[in-house]
């Protein structure tokens, strides 16, 4: 009964490179959920996601960065020509729709140089 | 301002006192009040929730939602070393996405 997995748990880009992050979300669940997190603060709401539908993006920086979630597969957050300022961590959460129930997984940590 | 505001603490108690943790907020949309525990370097793992007003309890957590002051609370009776965690206070309206609080950092000694 396996939760919410995230990939990779960490990763490490070069200014300019590009990040993709992996999110599969709950048996069952068709709602995904990205979150950042920067140390010592709390979590911020980037986008929601249905299957082949965005929901709300209003968190997502205007450039660079986007979301996918494909009819088969795992959800995908990609940032692209990171910036130092990227370095956080990512969070993805899944539900059957309900929003007293998300689930999170263990997030993906991103490290810019 | 935020629409939900946390104290981040940290806050620090002796093994065996009764915490209280507390966030107020701002939007009179949100009907689904949760608590999250997160611990270091982990995904945040979902203690409670509550819809709309009132208490609930789960061993020795209570959460309370005060609607009309727009305050909620989250009450560890008999506060153990392994309750030291970040907590985390999230609501959301009844659809759409969680805004969470900046989070609470507790530290119980033994």
């Known amino acids: 009964n396996a939760g919410v997995m995230q990939n990779p748990r960490h990763l490490v880009r070069r200014r300019g490179q590009e990040a993709r992050l992996r999110c599969s979300p709950m048996?069952?669940?068709?709602?995904v959920y990205w979150y950042r997190q920067l140390p010592e603060e709390g979590l911020k709401f980037m986008v929601y996601?249905?299957?082949?539908?965005?929901?709300?993006e209003s968190g997502m920086p205007k450039e660079r960065f986007s979301a996918e979630f494909p009819k088969e597969g795992p959800s995908i957050l990609r940032i692209q020509q990171v910036v130092r300022g990227d370095s956080a961590a990512y969070f993805c959460?899944?539900?059957?729709?309900?929003?007293?129930?998300?689930?999170f997984g263990e997030g993906s940590r991103l490290t810019v140089l | 301002q935020k629409e939900v505001e946390q104290d981040p603490g940290p806050l620090s108690v002796p093994e065996g006192a009764i915490v209280s943790l507390n966030c107020t907020y701002s939007?009179?949309?949100?009907?689904?009040f949760m608590w999250y525990r997160q611990y270091s370097r982990k995904g945040p793992e979902l203690l409670m929730y509550?819809?709309?007003?009132g208490n609930k309890e789960d061993g020795r957590f209570t959460a309370q939602v005060d609607k009309s002051s727009k305050y909620i609370s989250l009450f560890i009776r008999d506060s153990q070393p392994s309750d030291s965690a970040t907590y985390l206070c999230?609501?959301?309206?009844?659809?759409?996405?969680?805004?969470f609080g900046q989070g609470t950092t507790l530290q119980v000694k033994p």
């Open positions: 999230a609501m959301s309206p009844p659809t759409g996405k969680l805004i």
């Open positions: 048996k069952g669940h068709s709602h």
């Open positions: 996601l249905q299957k082949e539908n965005i929901i709300d």
């Open positions: 959460a899944s539900s059957h729709g309900h929003p007293g129930e998300l689930f």
């Open positions: 509550t819809y709309s007003s």
């Open positions: 939007n009179s949309a949100f009907q689904y």
